[in-house]
């Protein structure tokens, strides 16, 4: 249930209109990736097919129009990248495709 709320939040945090919102998102998804990459390596099935909403929010901060967003999402997706190796592919499509639109926008 506790993983369920943040994975809630985290989404909701992710998809808000807010900049500062999403960034807040962003830091606790990297502070998962840092402090506790099982969460996110056991929880990729269930955030990509019951909870899309939050693979769809994070790529989304990858092409942020505000800058700081979308550096950040990509210092996330740097440390997801290995942690989410072994993920389903359409996940990893679509987060490598959101990640070269933001590069190739620079």
Do not use: W, Y
Not at 10 to 34: H, I, P
Not at 51 to 71: G, P, R
Not at 101 to 106: A, T, Y
Request: proline share 3%; hydrophobic share 45%; aromatic share 6%.
């Amino acid at each position: 249930v506790e993983e369920t709320e943040h994975l809630l939040k985290l989404s909701k945090l992710l998809a808000t209109q807010d900049f500062q919102a999403r960034m807040e998102g962003l830091v606790l998804l990297q502070d998962d990736c840092k402090n506790n990459p099982q969460f996110i390596s056991k929880n990729i099935a269930f955030m990509f097919l019951f909870s899309k909403q939050l693979i769809d929010a994070f790529v989304l901060t990858l092409t942020d129009c505000h800058k700081n967003v979308s550096q950040k999402a990509l210092q996330v997706l740097t440390l997801m990248t290995p942690i989410l190796r072994g993920a389903s592919s359409p996940v990893m499509v679509s987060l490598v495709t959101a990640a070269t639109d933001n590069l190739n926008s620079k």
